[in-house]
């Protein structure tokens, strides 16, 4: 499984931006997906996952109600959309694949809960 995002740059506060996570050498049905950020100087978090059997999603309390994630089977990619962007939400974004599919997220995330990861897109907020 090979994973690219795509999708990031600088946003403003309270802004809206999309990232883009396009799978190949797989389906993306089979697959549940999650996407883990890492901003300078802090531990890896994950912060979104998406199961594969009913779509179910987790989300953490950083950015419940801001972010989601959506699937687009046609185009076998997920989307991360991050709406009333902060500062704090400054970090490199990966799009990753679950160990054994079974979504983790919180900080902390240690890299052997997720199997395949993207190469990571950097997102900037700032005015």
């Known amino acids: 499984l090979q994973i690219v995002e795509s999708g990031g740059g600088l946003g403003q506060p309270g802004g809206s931006l999309r990232l883009s996570c396009a799978l190949s050498?797989?389906?993306?049905?089979?697959?549940?997906i999650g996407w883990v950020r890492q901003a300078p100087g802090k531990e890896r978090e994950g912060i979104l996952c998406?199961?594969?059997?009913?779509?179910?999603?987790k989300s953490t309390d950083s950015v419940k109600g801001r972010f989601t994630i959506s699937r687009n089977r046609a185009k076998n990619t997920v989307y991360l959309q991050m709406n009333s962007l902060k500062p704090e939400d400054t970090a490199v974004y990966y799009c990753?694949?679950?160990?054994?599919?079974?979504?983790?997220?919180?900080?902390?995330?240690?890299?052997?809960?997720?199997?395949?990861w993207g190469q990571g897109t950097q997102v900037t907020v700032s005015l």
């Open positions: 050498g797989g389906t993306l049905d089979r697959y549940a």
């Open positions: 990753a694949e679950p160990d054994e599919d079974e979504c983790v997220i919180g900080p902390g995330i240690p890299l052997v809960k997720y199997d395949y």
């Open positions: 998406a199961n594969s059997n009913d779509g179910s999603t």
